[in-house]
């Protein structure tokens, strides 16, 4: 037990001056997060016991679903990267280590990930599998804002399903759903599923979770069983329905009248 009286916990009055979104203004104020630099916060004791409590629960339900948690690196070589043609895109950092080898901060484990199960799985009898892991990611971000919801460095959890068939890959995906769903209602969120653009590594399908929120950047749209970006949003056009035709004009004398209201 901590005393209070002893907590670090470094409150604010105000709100940083740069502050739009309100959770960005209220974190700071509350003592949870401090800005190091652009995109860059720590997280301060009584924030990360909150982010502490978030993980416990997407590891919960990553294990129900059968999810096998592991870690990876975050200081890469640059070969697997270059191999996917991922090497090249602007939010990622690259540096040289002290031999002069390429390498890469992540922030996205797909290579690596791949990389141990082609070395270890030699049969379709060795799948499915679902690897899961909550590791830093590092994104160089164009234009960090809205405290910890767009930054340079944050954690993520990121998950990796390796199935024998499009349909194993389609129930595994579904158990996901499930998963996703559960951790959204058990942080008390108010949320949409919606679908979504497949992003940098491509594919078939894709959803994404939205939170409605005054400093968002994106619009869904939402009707009757359906949800999507506004981005990937798509519709039939519906038959028009013209009202009755109005009955042929006929001439009316007006003598002595000079307004339509007479």
Not at 108 to 119: M, Q, W
Not at 185 to 202: I, S, T
């Amino acid at each position: 037990m901590t005393r209070l009286s002893s907590f670090f916990l470094p409150t604010e009055r105000e709100p940083p001056a740069d502050a739009e979104a309100i959770s960005h203004k209220l974190m700071v104020r509350a003592g949870l997060i401090r800005q190091v630099g652009s995109g860059l916060w720590t997280w301060l004791p009584a924030g990360w016991r909150v982010h502490q409590r978030i993980v416990q629960i997407v590891r919960e339900e990553m294990n129900a679903i059968g999810g096998q948690e592991m870690l990876m690196p975050v200081l890469q070589p640059a070969e697997p990267w270059r191999r996917t043609g991922r090497y090249g895109i602007d939010e990622l950092f690259k540096l040289k280590d002290r031999r002069g080898a390429d390498m890469v901060l992540a922030l996205t484990h797909e290579e690596i990930v791949t990389l141990h199960v082609a070395s270890a799985v030699r049969s379709y009898r060795d799948l499915p599998k679902i690897l899961y892991h909550l590791q830093t990611k590092e994104r160089d971000e164009a234009r960090p804002r809205a405290g910890v919801l767009r930054t340079r460095e944050f954690i993520m959890k990121d998950s990796y399903t390796f199935d024998r068939d499009p349909e194993g890959l389609e129930a595994n995906y579904q158990k996901h759903v499930v998963a996703y769903d559960r951790m959204m209602d058990r942080c008390g969120l108010e949320w949409y599923r919606v679908e979504a653009d497949v992003g940098m590594m491509g594919g078939h399908g894709a959803h994404e979770y939205m939170a409605p929120c005054p400093a968002g950047e994106n619009d869904v749209v939402l009707a009757s069983g359906y949800a999507a970006n506004l981005e990937v949003a798509s519709a039939q056009a519906q038959p028009v329905e013209l009202p009755p035709a109005l009955a042929a004009p006929e001439a009316v004398s007006t003598p002595g009248l000079t307004t339509v209201e007479q």
